[in-house]
C-alpha cells in the first residue's frame, strides 16, 4: 500500500509500505476513507521534534474495517469506524475513568502511520467506535477531525471547566483551537472570546461561536482579555498551541479559581511555581481521551448538530502529502484531508 | 504593645511596638488569645526569602475583637473571632467564588504582624468569623490552627477532590501535611498515604487518620505509593512543602485523571512542561482561602469533632518567640503557639 513517511524535517514522501495486517488478536485492519495531517505532525517536519530515522505519519483516520482478530467482538468488517490517536482498552480503571489517551496498555497510533491507505488499529474494541451505517460522504471530513482535532478541542473545554454562564477565552486558532470554540459554544458558555489575528479563521472562529475576536498576543492579550472582564479575567482558557509563551498567556488571562485547558502538546514549556500558586487556577490538559467522547461527538455529527469538518481548508490526494504539509506549515492551510 | 519582628535570618526579637489603631473605617482592632510560627514564617528565618528590613511576623491569631471601624457591620467588640491570612471583603465575585484569598481588596495580614499582643485586621467584615460565644480555652489552639495550617490543609485536600472511596496521599510532614491528613479523612478518603519519615508525626498523622505511612522520599517514595495503589498512583494527592522535589513527587505520584492540590509555598519551583502534559493530573491550589472554610472548621472544633490544636507540640510566651522559630528550625517541634 501507499503511506507518507517522513524522511527528515521539511522532507514527506508517500512511498509503498508494507500491508498492514492482524498481528495480535485485539487488532482490526482498516481501510482508510479520509486522514490528514495534524499540527502536531509540524513539529517533527519543522525539526522541533528529531527525526532519528524515515518515519511513518499520521495518527488521525476513519475508514472501514476489513479484518478483525479473532478476541475482537465489538467490531466487526465492514463497519464505518472512527478511532483516536491513543489505542485503549476501555476497560482499564484509568480508562473508565475518562483518561483512555492514559490507558494502562495505550499505543499511540501515530507509530502505524495513519496517512495510509490502510491501518492496523491496535485493541480494536477499546479504540474504535463504528457509526450506524455508512455515513454520508459530506459528513466524513466531520467524522475524521472527532478523531482528533474535535476530541481534542472538546477535551480543552471539558478541562477547562466551560459552562453555562462561563466566559470563555481560547488560546490559538488552529484546528484544535477553533474546535475549542465549538466546543465552548456547545457545552453552553456564554462568552467566547477567540484569540486570532488571521481573518479567515477569525471567521470561521465566529460561525463556530465566538462572540469577541482578541488580535493581541503575550502580556497585551492578557491586558485585552482582563479588559473584556472587568479586570478578572476569563473563567475558562483554551490553551491549544503548546509554547511557553501561549501557556503563560492561558495562565495569565485565568481568573483566580478559573480553569485552564491545556491541549497543545507542551515544547520548551517550563511552569513558573511561585507564579503558578498565586495565580490560583486549575491546571488540566494533555494528550485528550478522545475515545471519552467520541460516542457523543459522532452523534453531534450524523445529527449535523455541529460542522467540525469545516476546519479542512484543503484537500489532496494522499500522493500529494508533501503539498499538504507544506500548506500547513506556511499557514496557508489551516488543516489538510488527506484521500487514500 | 509588644510583637515579634525579624531583623535578619536567625535573628527574631520581642520588642515594643506601635499600639495598632483603626486605620480604616473597615478594619477591627483585636486583642490576641494565642498566635503560631508558621512554617512559611521559616523561609524568611532560613534567609531562603530576602530580609529586606526589620519585619513584624505572624498571619495567623485568634482573639477578642476590641474595637471596630464605622463601617464594621457583622463583628463587634467583645466577640472571639478567627481571621486568616489574607484579608478580603468575602462580597467580589472572586470571594464569592470562594478564593477569598485572591479577593480583588486583599491585603495580606503577615506585614502587620500577628506575633504580638494586637492587632488590626483589615477588612474586619469579610476577614473575621466569630464565635457564638467565647470559647472554652483548651478549644482555643484547635481556632488558632484554623485561621491557616488547617484551613491550609484542608484547601489541599478540596483542590485534591478528596472524597469517598479516594486513595489520598500526602506530601509533607509537617502542620499543613498533617492537617491534610485530617482533612481528607473528614472528606471521606478511602485510604490516607502520609508520607513522613518523623516518628512523632507519623503518630500524629495516624491519629488523624493516615492509614499508610510510606517513609521513602522523591522517586522511591512515587514507587511505594505506585506499589500501593496497582501501580497506578493515587487519585489525590496532596503537596504541603513547596520544593521541586515535593512538587514532582506529588505530581508522579497520582495517577491519570488524578488531582494533586498544592498548598506549600512554592520556593524555585520550575514545573516541566511536557511531563506534567503527559502526566495528564489535574493541579490546583495557592494560597488557601481559608476564610471560605472557616464557618464549617470552626463549627467541626466547637464540637469537638476535630482536634487540630494537636499539632502545636511547644507552647510559649510571646516574648520567647525566638525560641518558638528556633525549635521548629532545628525541627524540634512541628509548631509552636506563642501566648502575647
Not at 478483525?68 to 484509568?94: M, Y
Not at 478523531?147 to 478541542?153: A, E, F, I, P, Q
Not at 477565552?169 to 467566547?192: F, K, N
Request: proline fraction near 7%.
Amino acid at each position: 500500500m501507499r503511506g507518507a513517511v517522513l524522511y527528515a524535517p521539511g522532507d514527506v514522501r508517500v512511498e509503498q509500505r508494507q500491508d498492514p495486517r492482524i498481528e495480535h488478536p485485539t487488532d482490526a485492519v482498516i481501510r482508510l476513507a479520509a486522514t490528514c495531517v495534524c499540527g502536531s505532525d509540524l513539529w517533527p517536519y519543522r525539526g522541533v521534534e528529531p527525526v532519528n530515522k524515515p518515519s511513518p505519519m499520521g495518527h488521525e483516520y476513519v475508514g472501514v474495517v476489513e479484518e478483525v482478530g479473532g478476541d475482537v467482538r465489538l467490531v466487526k468488517p465492514g463497519q464505518f469506524v472512527v478511532g483516536s490517536f491513543f489505542a485503549s482498552d476501555n476497560t482499564c480503571e484509568i480508562c473508565r475513568a475518562g483518561y483512555q489517551s492514559s490507558c494502562v496498555h495505550r499505543e499511540p497510533v501515530g507509530a502505524l502511520g495513519a496517512q495510509a491507505e490502510r491501518l492496523r488499529v491496535p485493541l480494536a474494541d477499546g479504540t474504535l467506535v463504528a457509526t450506524p451505517e455508512a455515513p454520508p460522504e459530506d459528513l466524513v471530513p466531520g467524522l475524521l477531525a472527532a478523531s482528533d482535532v474535535l476530541g481534542t478541542g472538546w477535551f480543552g473545554a471539558v478541562a477547562a471547566e466551560v459552562g453555562p454562564g462561563r466566559t470563555v477565552a481560547v488560546v490559538g486558532d488552529g484546528a484544535v483551537g477553533l474546535l475549542g470554540v465549538l466546543a465552548a459554544r456547545q457545552l453552553g458558555a456564554e462568552r467566547i472570546i477567540a484569540m486570532s489575528r488571521h481573518a479567515d479563521r477569525q471567521k470561521l472562529a465566529l460561525h463556530y461561536g465566538a462572540t469577541d475576536i482578541v488580535t493581541e498576543r503575550g502580556d497585551e492579550g492578557v491586558a485585552r482579555i482582563k479588559d473584556l472582564t472587568d479586570g478578572l479575567g476569563a473563567h475558562s482558557v483554551v490553551e491549544a498551541v503548546g509554547t511557553q509563551e501561549s501557556m503563560m498567556q492561558a495562565i495569565r488571562a485565568t481568573r483566580p479559581g478559573g480553569h485552564v485547558g491545556y491541549v497543545g502538546v507542551a515544547h520548551g514549556v517550563e511552569l513558573p511555581g511561585t507564579e503558578l500558586f498565586y495565580s490560583h487556577v486549575h491546571l488540566h490538559g494533555g494528550p485528550a481521551p478522545v475515545r471519552r467522547f467520541l460516542p457523543e461527538l459522532i452523534d453531534l455529527i450524523l445529527e449535523r448538530r455541529i460542522d467540525p469538518g469545516l476546519v479542512f481548508d484543503l484537500e489532496l490526494p494522499l500522493d500529494q502529502a508533501a503539498e499538504g504539509y507544506r500548506a500547513m506549515d506556511e499557514r496557508r492551510a489551516v488543516k489538510t484531508l488527506l484521500r487514500p
